[in-house]
């Protein structure tokens, strides 16, 4: 089975710009995460989808940060516009339901310059 | 709020045991995970405790003391490939949310 697909991989773009991160969960996972990680901050919960539903965004740092879930198989982050303190990696993660343990995509390496 | 402590660093060799203690402050709690990470690697789900006691698996076992708001992770016949950051994290609502310690860097020497 495929797990959690994040794109792009890496990304290094300059400060200012419009960053858009991507996830696709496993199938048939309804619930879905978005962590950012740093070494200053470690893994921190961004924002919890239920049902494509964004059930609690008290993670996200900014107004320039928002996400997305318009259906069951994808999601997207998105930072605009992009500050260097925005680098880190970010990870997308499901879970079939509430009590279930988390998978975790490969994570997408952000740098902003 | 939530916070969670465990030591940064830990150093073990081969075949040995070692225990990495979690000790957590949270609003509400539902469990205790443990999730293991590589350098330049994803997490990696380890084991959840929601109840008191001993959970097995494998080489692995995690505790769980509510009373106590303590736990921890016991890894046994240590190998070189557990050589990694192991995370404890809080779940502290019924809808799965994580809150994650600092991680605990656990070297393995031969």
């Given at each position: 089975?495929?797990g959690?697909?994040q794109?792009?991989?890496?990304?290094?773009t300059?400060m200012?710009?419009?960053?858009?991160?991507?996830?696709?969960?496993?199938?048939?996972?309804?619930?879905?995460?978005?962590?950012?990680q740093?070494m200053m901050?470690?893994?921190?919960?961004?924002?919890?989808?239920?049902?494509?539903?964004?059930?609690?965004?008290?993670?996200?740092?900014?107004?320039?940060?928002?996400?997305?879930?318009?259906?069951?198989?994808?999601?997207?982050?998105?930072?605009?516009?992009?500050?260097?303190?925005?680098?880190?990696v970010?990870?997308?993660a499901?879970?079939?339901h509430?009590?279930?343990?988390?998978?975790?995509?490969?994570?997408?390496?952000?740098s902003?310059? | 709020?939530?916070?969670?402590e465990?030591?940064?660093?830990?150093?073990?060799?081969?075949?040995?045991?070692?225990?990495?203690?979690?000790?957590?402050?949270?609003?509400g709690?539902?469990?205790l995970?443990?999730y293991?990470?590589?350098?330049?690697?994803a997490?990696?789900?380890?084991?959840?405790?929601?109840?008191?006691?001993?959970?097995?698996?494998?080489?692995?076992?995690?505790?769980?003391?509510?009373?106590?708001?303590?736990?921890?992770?016991?890894?046994?016949?240590?190998?070189?490939?557990?050589?990694?950051?192991?995370?404890?994290?809080?779940?502290?609502?019924?809808?799965?949310?994580?809150?994650?310690?600092?991680?605990?860097?656990?070297?393995?020497k031969?």
């Amino acid at each position: 089975d495929a797990g959690v697909i994040q794109s792009p991989r890496h990304e290094v773009t300059e400060m200012g710009q419009e960053v858009t991160l991507r996830c696709k969960p496993i199938s048939g996972h309804n619930s879905l995460f978005w962590y950012r990680q740093t070494m200053m901050r470690g893994l921190e919960l961004l924002i919890y989808f239920n049902n494509n539903v964004p059930i609690d965004d008290s993670g996200m740092p900014e107004d320039r940060f928002s996400a997305k879930m318009p259906n069951a198989s994808f999601s997207t982050l998105k930072i605009q516009p992009s500050e260097p303190r925005d680098s880190a990696v970010y990870f997308c993660a499901s879970s079939p339901h509430s009590n279930q343990p988390q998978h975790f995509g490969d994570g997408t390496r952000l740098s902003i310059l | 709020g939530q916070s969670l402590e465990q030591p940064s660093e830990v150093t073990a060799v081969e075949g040995a045991i070692v225990q990495i203690n979690c000790t957590y402050q949270t609003s509400g709690f539902y469990g205790l995970s443990w999730y293991q990470q590589h350098d330049g690697g994803a997490p990696t789900f380890l084991s959840y405790n929601a109840l008191d006691g001993l959970e097995e698996t494998g080489r692995f076992s995690s505790f769980l003391s509510r009373s106590d708001s303590y736990g921890y992770l016991l890894l046994q016949e240590l190998q070189m490939k557990d050589s990694a950051s192991y995370f404890c994290a809080v779940d502290n609502n019924a809808g799965n949310m994580l809150t994650f310690g600092g991680g605990t860097r656990l070297m393995v020497k031969p």
